[in-house]
């Protein structure tokens, strides 16, 4: 018995449009929520978890809904066809109702960030009504104000500077002083560029300096992007949400409006698209093709992440653009997948290849016993009431197993999302580096990790699913810790945390790979969008929760804590999958691993 990986990856069609849709979501809308609003990382975490509350709710209705359906193209196809086009019609306009926003957001960030340029000229009056008449006083300002939890400093890390030796007003002020020096190095020669105002407009000029001046301006601009300018831009988000925001609330709400409309959009069809899998591949091989279709997932992703990195790299307020790519690029895949894809004809083929290799996907696998040994099978007989109490035991055990897998999946969520809806901002503010240079991150990770997808497969045939979760989650428990203990806003941060963010890429994989199928193990072929349902309440929920609880961390703790939050939710998912007892696949009948991912006929 083989995969019919051809039929696989075009099914898989439908989790690219999902996941090219969700990759770009989970990047984009952090920033535009921080860099538009100025919302803080609770308030940003309450807005990244209504997709989940929504999915919440609607998720298991479209999964059963789709379930009790049948026409002429199938259960799943038609909710895939409707949800999309109504996602992609209503997604271009989720940046588009941010724009005015935006726009005075950025007039005023670039007011705040004009400190950079001079240390004298400057003055500003902040939203509390406090004016400041030099960079000085500002600077002073950001070096002593308190937080508002009461732990630490709202705009300089002091444990850091002092980590430096630069912990005194003094040492800050020195490496304020200059602000931003743009120097260029060309054909041997060392410039400094320094702009002037003739007759209303700016003028760059270069200024030939010496080595050793160019590498002492050099030092004093790495110091002050890692001890000054992460500060500056806690503070101006915090204007921009008091001086704009909260001015004209109207804004926002519209905003929230028009994201409520494509959430309840794409909410519509991700059941019923993910259900089209085991409608069309017998139990026993799902793990493998749950990693084919998380490959396929991947892809998508790999395109959302090539358009939002060239788009930032071009410019860093292209979200329009971005999310209007995005729209196309997701037209066209279903197109292909209405092309390519003939449900009803898959899920024929797919009962007869289980009839042939007597293998059910009608029964649930409760793996409960309904009758005792005879005495000819070389047992004793037992009575009713023993045989009753039997199966009971072990309808309990298949319950708490259930439990087991879906509370696992729920912590396991909690962790892992809880960094990625999250990542955008914490590579941008925390570590300082560009969205460009964030997504890179991103991109990297999701494209080294895909690599182990078939890998992945053969694993959970080999170890089988339970085990090969709970690597997933040593991987990942490891990695966030490496990320809490080592990794600093300094030169070698965002290869640092690349690395580290690999190694949970990779956990991720086995983990999602299997955790889905085991949910499936347990259901029927008439209950397969029902159990769907059932594993994103847990998915969802968790996603739901746990941004705001994330955001709340880094608001009231360093947020470096945020891998350590997240590295607790993981473990506490290990305790659970190490106690579930069901949900692995039966042995497959073929003569090898390596058969179940070879080429069916198509």
Known sequence: MKLNYKRTIKVGL?????????????????????????????LRGVVMGIDNVLSLFLLPIFGKWSDSINTKYGKRTPFLFIGTILAVVIMIFVPITANSQLKDANVLRSEIYSVEETYRDFTYEAADGTAYHSAEEFYTMMYKTEAKSGVGYAYSDHDYLKLNGKDTLDDYLEIAKFGLTEIKKDGGKFYRIETIVEEQTRVSLMVEISEEEYNEIKGHNEDYKKFVEPGIAVFASEEVNQKITKVHP?????????????????????????ALMPDVTPKPLRSQANAMINLMGGIGGAIAFVIYTVAFILSENAFVQIFAVCAAVMVLILVAFLFLVNENKYVEECRKECEQYGISNDDEA???????????EGGEPHSDAEILAAKKKHERAYRRSFFFILASTFMWFMGYNAISSNLSVYCTK????????????????????????????????????????????????????LVFLFVKPDHMAKFLFAIFYLISG????????????????????????????YYYISTMSAQAITP??????????????????????VVIAFVFMFFTRYGDSKPVPAASALEYLGAGDD
Request: glycine share 6%; with cysteine; hydrophobic share 55%.
């Open 14 to 42: 439908a989790f690219a449009i999902i996941m090219l849709f969700w990759t770009a979501y989970d990047f984009v809308i952090p920033l535009l929520l921080e860099r538009a609003f100025g919302l803080s990382n609770s």
């Open 250 to 274: 109207e804004r926002i709400g519209v905003y929230l409006a028009v994201l409520f409309l494509v959430l309840v959009a794409m909410a519509s069809f991700r059941s019923p698209a993910v």
């Open 366 to 376: 409760q793996e409960i016993p309904h009758h005792h040994k005879t005495e000819e």
């Open 430 to 481: 925390v570590l300082n580096q560009s969205a460009a240079v964030a997504s890179v991150i991103s991109g990297v990770s999701m494209a080294v990790s895909a690599i182990a997808f078939i890998p992945v497969g053969i694993l959970a045939v080999k170890i089988g699913r339970r085990k090969s979760v709970l690597l997933g989650f040593i991987l990942s428990i490891v990695s966030f810790i």
């Open 506 to 533: 990779f956990g991720l994989i086995i983990t999602n790979v299997n955790t889905f199928p085991m949910v499936l193990e347990l259901s029927s072929s008439s209950s397969v969008g029902k159990y769907t349902g």
């Open 548 to 569: 705001f609880i994330s955001g709340l961390v880094m608001d009231y703790f360093e947020d470096q804590y945020l891998f350590l939050y997240s590295a607790i939710c």
